[in-house]
């Protein structure tokens, strides 16, 4: 029998690789993912992955080509990797319902492909990935990075764990904050770190830093204005879920 290939395509990363370090393949600003197969949707319908919610992570990880470890990979430029490959598997146009801001269900079709990456400083990320920031209200000056794929696991991790010892506690926030930021005026001792952000850091300058975070962050623009003269808010973020990339999936 023949040689068969599979074809592929060259994803953009948001990023444009300015993040990483230079010897990574992801520094190229680009990856190799490859078309959808049957055994991907197989993928999609496993019950484990879906349960231990991994099921995205897995097909991902299933389609990329480029030797790289996954957990490097930038939450932004994993966002465009998840656009990449619904287009790649299942084609641009996506069709799901939202809510007009009255009390009505709408559906919407969007094209994915037509969806843009974030207007980009690259001045900001002169030093790869890490960040200086005053905060406005205290005065002290962090320094902080972009997480990754492999942080969001130990946040995630770091929650569960926070709840089983308290299950009405919130930890989101803080948590997320203490892997972020990689040290306080000058000092980069996890346990200084840990005090700062339960104990001293004010809430409107958290709140600067997570708004400073979410502009510099290179990313796609997940947010559309719906064709509908009734619809009154801001932008409707387009709905990720197993129905993103199977339709038909019946999960």
């Known amino acids: 029998m023949a040689e068969l290939k599979l074809p592929t395509e060259m994803v953009s990363l948001p990023s444009k690789g300015l993040l990483y370090p230079k010897e990574s393949p992801l520094a190229k600003g680009e990856i190799e993912m490859k078309y959808m197969t ?27 080509v480029t030797p790289f470890n996954y957990d490097d990979l930038l939450i932004g430029d994993k966002n465009a990797v998840l656009i990449a490959a619904r287009v790649l598997g299942y084609g641009a146009e996506y069709s799901f319902t939202y809510s007009n801001g ?10 994915l492909s037509k969806l843009e990456e974030k207007p980009m400083d690259e001045s900001l990320y002169k030093n790869g990935n890490n960040f200086t920031f005053a905060l406005p209200k205290s005065g002290n000056t962090i320094t902080f990075k972009l997480l990754t794929h492999g942080d969001e696991k130990k946040i995630d991790q770091e929650i569960k764990g926070l709840q089983k010892v308290n299950p009405n506690g919130s930890y989101d926030i803080t948590t997320r904050l203490k892997h ?3 040290s306080v005026n000058g000092d980069s001792e996890q346990k200084s ?9 004010l809430a409107p300058d958290a709140r600067a830093l997570r708004e400073y975070y979410a502009k510099i962050q290179p990313d796609i623009e997940m947010k559309f ?19 993103f990339f ?6």
């Open 38 to 64: 049957a055994k991907e949707e197989d993928i999609l319908t496993n019950s484990n992955f879906i349960r231990q919610g991994t099921v995205i992570d897995k097909l991902l990880q299933a389609l990329i």
């Open 180 to 182: 972020m930021i990689t």
């Open 225 to 243: 204005i719906p064709e509908d003269e009734n619809y009154t808010g801001e932008g409707i973020t387009v709905p990720i879920s197993l129905n």
């Open 246 to 251: 199977w339709p038909d999936s019946g999960v």
């Open 193 to 201: 770190i840990r005090d700062f952000v339960d104990n001293y850091l």
């Open 102 to 111: 009255k009390g009505k269900e709408q559906e919407a079709t969007v094209d």
